[in-house]
T-cell receptor, first 111, second 115 residues
Framework: SQQGEEDPQALSIQEGENATMNCSYK?????LQWYRQNSGRGLVHLIL?????REKHSGRLRVTLDTSKKSSSLLITASRAADTASYFC???????????FGRGTSLIVHP | GAGVSQTPSNKVTEKGKYVELRCDPI?????LYWYRQSLGQGPEFLIY????????DSGLPNDRFFAVRPEGSVSTLKIQRTERGDSAMYLC?????????????FGPGTRLTVL
């Protein structure tokens, strides 16, 4: 079963707009990671946030984590057409070393 | 050095045939993971190696699936008596450690199609 679930399943925006994707999970975690996948390709690691962190930034990416709500969000600011991809969250359940992925959010950025 | 590589990039086979999918991890990475990804879904864990041993094979769907990593580097995922439902993208990833704190580096995947 999926530990993390991304929301929305699909997101379509115009270039320059911000994109926000959410991830909810069920059990306590050590870490949460966000990955990106271009169509038909492997996944690329974007950012990791630990359970004792609330926010992290990397370039145009901003990730927040709310452990009380068991949720995380990924914000992409000033989106570009090249940001078009699927975005997945992966949670590291406490006691496990296997990251568990959600179904992903499909982001389309129109030029 | 180079990233994770997987061969072949595409494999088309007939129902009932045997296939092998290969993964070359990043040199020095001790942990290696196999995932299966169906269209519109996230990667689904299959098996995890730490060195040469399969530390967790709980994700393998049945005994038709088997994976080896004899020298602690290259890994081969083997599927016997393939079925149409085995059609998916098979992803391999490697990392330097065993915990979820370690970033996984993914290969480009092998697209398996069973006719």
């Amino acid at each position: 079963s999926q530990q993390g679930e991304e929301d929305p399943q699909a997101l379509s925006i115009q270039e320059g707009e911000n994109a926000t994707m959410n991830c909810s999970y069920k059990t306590s975690i050590n870490n949460l990671q966000w990955y990106r996948q271009n169509s038909g390709r492997g996944l690329v690691h974007l950012i990791l946030i630990r359970s004792n962190e609330r926010e992290k930034h990397s370039g145009r990416l901003r990730v927040t984590l709310d452990t009380s709500k068991k949720s995380s969000s990924l914000l992409i600011t000033a989106s570009r057409a090249a940001d078009t991809a699927s975005y997945f969250c992966a949670t590291d359940v406490r006691g496990s070393y296997i990251p568990t992925f959600g179904r992903g959010t499909s982001l389309i950025v129109h030029p | 050095g180079a990233g994770v590589s997987q061969t072949p990039s595409n494999k088309v086979t007939e129902k009932g045939k045997y296939v092998e999918l290969r993964c070359d991890p990043i040199s020095g990475h001790t942990a290696l993971y196999w995932y299966r990804q169906s269209l519109g879904q996230g990667p689904e864990f299959l098996i995890y190696f730490q060195g040469t041993g399969a530390a967790d094979d709980s994700g393998l769907p049945n005994d038709r699936f088997f994976a080896v990593r004899p020298e602690g580097s290259v890994s081969t995922l083997k599927i016997q008596r393939t079925e149409r439902g085995d059609s998916a993208m098979y992803l391999c990833a490697s990392s330097t450690g065993t915990s979820g704190r370690n970033e996984q580096f993914f290969g480009p995947g092998t697209r398996l199609t069973v006719l």
